[in-house]
């Protein structure tokens, strides 16, 4: 069958780094993607891998290797607002998006 | 954000009412969405219109049914249904499905309780 795996929930302090893993195996790979969710909000897409390597984008960066099944989230400089559920979706052959069940993360002064 | 909208935000019914939730986007997509998140579960897919045909029914109840009347509006009928489809019901649209690296742009859901 078809998983992702994502911790459940991780605790972080104001101002430090904090690095959210995904694992997968699907069938065949298409791009992975990362989506914040904010309590009662809609997702909202953060960003986009499908070649291995590191996407920086701000204070968010997004790593893949395709050869490991696996991908990181790594979130600088934390703030309050950073609250929020981190979901990882991969792309499998059949071009399906294939949901993990998101990690809570919490940010603490 | 408004491209994608959802009403009504929060909805309580029988489980011998009928409803229906809505969905309008604004993005000019071709593709969108259905939806169904449930607490600390992965996002389950339900039903996939592409240029108004629907292409994916995941092994959906026939409690819930579809309609999709243009490219930009998507609604979702509801009747009979059962305390398990509480949940938060989700809509996306995306430009279509055919890109690997096709983005779907989420609406802030309709939170659904069944009592």
């Known amino acids: 069958g078809q998983n992702i795996d994502q911790p459940t929930e991780m605790t972080a302090t104001e101002g430090a780094i904090v690095q959210i893993n995904c694992t997968y195996q699907?069938?065949?790979?298409?791009?992975l993607f990362w989506y914040q969710q904010h309590a009662g909000e809609a997702p909202t897409f953060l960003s986009y891998?499908?070649l291995d390597g590191l996407e920086e984008k701000g204070r968010f960066s997004s790593f893949l290797s395709r050869s490991k099944g696996y991908s990181y989230l790594l979130l600088k400089e934390l703030q309050m607002k950073d609250s929020a559920s981190y979901l990882c979706?991969?792309?499998?052959?059949?071009?399906?998006?294939?949901w993990g069940a998101g990690t809570k993360l919490i940010i603490k002064p | 954000e408004t491209g994608v909208t959802q009403t009504p935000r929060h909805l309580v019914m029988g489980m011998t009412n009928k409803k229906s939730l809505k969905c309008e986007q604004h993005l000019g997509h071709n593709a969108m969405y259905w939806y169904k998140q449930s607490a600390k579960k992965p996002l389950e897919l339900m039903f996939v219109y592409n240029f108004k045909e629907q292409t994916e029914n995941n092994s959906v109840p026939s409690r819930f049914s579809p309609e999709c009347p243009n490219s930009s509006h998507l609604f979702l009928h509801l009747h009979t249904l059962q305390p398990e489809d509480s949940a938060l019901y989700l809509c996306?649209?995306?430009?279509?499905?055919?890109?690997?690296?096709?983005?779907?742009?989420f609406g802030p859901g309709t939170r659904l309780l069944v009592l």
């Open positions: 891998n499908v």
């Open positions: 996306a649209s995306s430009q279509d499905t055919s890109g690997g690296a096709e983005t779907q742009y």
């Open positions: 699907t069938s065949g790979f298409n791009g």
């Open positions: 979706a991969v792309r499998d052959s059949n071009y399906q998006l294939i």
